[in-house]
């Protein structure tokens, strides 16, 4: 019987095996996850003439859940991926920076960047199987991160899901025979409406946009009906919850709550539905959108070539934000789905695959976008800067006036917000799961009472958001869109890169996945994981800083105040990581050195801290590749 051991710093000591009487075969003894500072092994005996040149092993027996399919994992980690930022945003950056010579920056940061991160984290969590914040039992210093990303992760849900429930509003208001935006005539409509058929040059003023004109019925609608702005005089005047947009809250509340509730097994099965909808939607609207006049002339626009932008540090700056911000990166969902997976998932794979194809997505949505565009510009006789715009203003108000112009409008306006509904839920799926995750794994009751649990969180979500239902509900999502999930997860994710590929080694990172899948990551992975990424995240973060201005909604500036509010919502997520790391090198026993020895150790080697052999205390450590 030959029997392999791995080297000293794989396992620190295997039991002899006593004889027995089997065939020839060779026993393979593997170090596969260590949890609480005690190390296990898993013993393997596989055919002589088979040993694998890679060292695999598989998780130790738990009580943890899975995936029901392979499926379930990629269309969950998809889904989130894929939200409303790429139909809202993507395009017309593409646009606004050179069309397809945005895509070379753009193409560039996925390689160096959005790809390393995105596998970094799914390997992650694979490996470890825990969520955000105890999977750093890498590196207890850095747990104060886990923790920053799912408060960032729940700030994000309270304002990402009233969006939801104003497209599930659209939506309602979609089923009727006649598209309640088309007109001038209703009861919130100003005395300066004007319907969008008379709009001409002359009517919008010299120095606007068609964009930008705030008169047309359908902007109407949007401000006067659905977000009853006019009846706010800015941040300070909230006003309470409307009940109508409050009932679409809650229906949207509701429904994450019975898709998470049971964990994975039930989130799942939802993103069948969820993750599929939006290309189905999309492949349909394109359809229609290349057989309108004017269509090519939107698509030409979209594509239009322009080398020159790329001489502009904004249009890098956009592609870095924009790359980071479409994978989803640094949320702590990503490391709560693959979690789930199981121990030899080949999480290489589905790093690659689910990345390209979220940014696929962002691109083909930029024709069913633009071909709509350039329909709406021959329509109203402007050029297409003047119909471009991204974020609300695009979906909420340019889209479906475009689709009201329609024969079956009706049909489409139906359609295109089942799709907006479809792409917000399973990103917030998402988010919620990697708050659920994250925190239940740290405190096992909440593990052990997953479904009241999950009902706190859902609703508690629900009574917050209330804020951002009222009449000036849009400063509450504007504020919180900016400051929530801005410089703070950039930050995060900066951290976070460190501490995996520096303190706890981006060789050893290297090790765990070639314990899982067989095969060690190549010298591109590494050198991206060490250098590329952590400097790209630096970059994306003193790029947003020095560019960051003070918060505007149309023609409305934010009072002094709530931009001091707004960095504090930030910096409430970012002081977890020096807040945490401060407490825990007050609290581990011994001396200066003894401290921040066990607060860069792997918990499962602090038996090496009493011995003074501490790894990262050695050059070789940091110089390994």
């Known amino acids: 019987m030959n029997i392999q051991v791995l080297p000293e710093h794989k396992l620190s000591s295997v039991a002899p095996l006593k004889q027995c009487n089997v065939e020839k075969k060779e026993v393979e003894l593997i170090l596969v996850k260590d949890q609480n500072g005690v190390q296990y092994t898993s013993t393997s005996i596989i055919p002589t003439p088979g040993l694998r040149a890679g060292l695999q092993g598989t998780a130790p027996e738990d009580d943890r859940e899975t995936w029901g399919k392979k499926i379930d994992f990629l269309l969950s980690v998809i889904g989130f991926a894929v939200d409303l930022a790429n139909v809202w945003r993507f395009p017309y950056l593409c646009y606004k920076n050179g069309g397809g010579a945005?895509?070379?920056?753009?193409?560039?940061f996925l390689v160096i960047a959005g790809m390393p991160l995105f596998y970094m984290e799914l390997a992650l969590g694979q490996y470890h199987r825990e969520g955000a914040a105890t999977v750093w039992k890498i590196c207890p210093f850095f747990k104060g991160v886990g923790y920053a990303v799912i408060i960032i992760a729940l700030y994000v849900g309270f304002y990402y899901n009233v969006i939801i429930a104003w497209s599930l509003y659209y939506l309602f208001s979609s089923m009727t025979s006649e598209l309640p935006w088309l007109t001038c005539d209703n009861y919130w409509n100003s005395p300066n409406c004007t319907s969008h058929k008379s709009i001409t040059d002359s009517v919008i003023g010299n120095g606007s946009s068609y964009a930008k004109y705030k008169f047309t019925s359908p902007a109407e609608f949007n401000e006067r009906r659905v977000l009853h702005l006019h009846e706010s005089g800015g941040i300070h005047d909230l006003g309470p919850p409307r009940w109508d947009l409050t009932l679409c809250l809650l229906a949207v509340v509701i429904i994450l709550y019975f898709s998470l509730w049971k964990g994975v097994k039930s989130s799942g099965k939802v993103v069948y539905i969820t993750a599929t909808m939006p290309y189905i939607v999309l492949f349909v609207l394109l359809i229609r959108g290349a057989t309108l006049k004017g269509s090519m002339k939107g698509i030409t626009a979209y594509l239009s070539i322009d080398i020159n932008k790329l001489k502009n540090l904004e249009v890098w700056t956009d592609a870095a934000t924009q790359i980071f911000y479409s994978l989803g990166a640094g949320f702590g969902v990503l490391i709560a789905f693959s979690s789930y997976n199981k121990f030899n998932n080949n999480c290489y794979r589905d790093a690659i695959l689910t990345s390209t194809v979220n940014c696929v997505t962002s691109f083909f949505s930029g024709f069913a976008i633009f071909s709509v565009l350039g329909y709406m510009a021959e329509k109203r006789g402007v050029d297409i800067k003047d119909v471009a715009t991204d974020g609300p203003g695009?979906?909420?108000?340019?889209?479906?006036?475009?689709?009201?112009?329609?024969p079956g409008s009706t049909f489409w306006a139906i359609v295109f917000f089942i799709m907006l509904v479809t792409l917000g839920l399973d990103s917030s799926m998402g988010g919620m799961e990697a708050v659920i995750t994250g925190l239940s794994d740290d405190y096992k009751i909440l593990k052990r009472n997953r479904k009241t649990f999950t009902f706190i969180i859902a609703f508690g979500t629900f009574f917050i958001c209330l804020l951002c239902v009222t009449n000036g509900g849009m400063y509450v999502v504007t504020l919180l869109d900016k400051y929530a999930a801005g410089t703070a997860i950039l930050f995060a994710v900066l951290i976070e890169a460190i501490g995996v590929a520096w303190f706890y080694g981006v060789d050893r990172f290297s090790e765990d996945i070639e314990r899982m899948m067989g095969f060690k990551p190549g010298l591109y992975w590494r050198l991206c994981w060490k250098f590329v990424s952590p400097a790209f995240l630096l970059f994306v973060v003193i790029a947003s800083t020095l560019t960051s201005s003070g918060l505007k909604y149309n023609d409305y500036v934010f009072p002094d105040w709530s931009n001091h509010l707004g960095w504090m919502v930030a910096l409430s997520s970012m002081m977890?990581?020096?807040?945490?790391?401060i407490y825990k090198f007050l609290?581990?026993?011994g001396t200066l050195k003894e401290k921040i020895a066990y607060c860069i150790t792997p918990e499962?080697?602090?038996?090496l801290v009493a011995e003074g052999n501490v790894r990262q205390f050695k050059l070789r450590h940091w110089l390994a590749i």
């Not at 945005?102 to 560039?108: A, G, R």
């Open 102 to 108: 945005f895509l070379i920056p753009y193409t560039l």
């Open 394 to 406: 695009l979906v909420f108000i340019i889209y479906p006036e475009a689709i009201s112009t329609l």
């Open 576 to 581: 977890f990581v020096p807040c945490y790391a």
């Open 587 to 589: 609290t581990v026993p």
């Open 604 to 607: 499962h080697e602090h038996h």
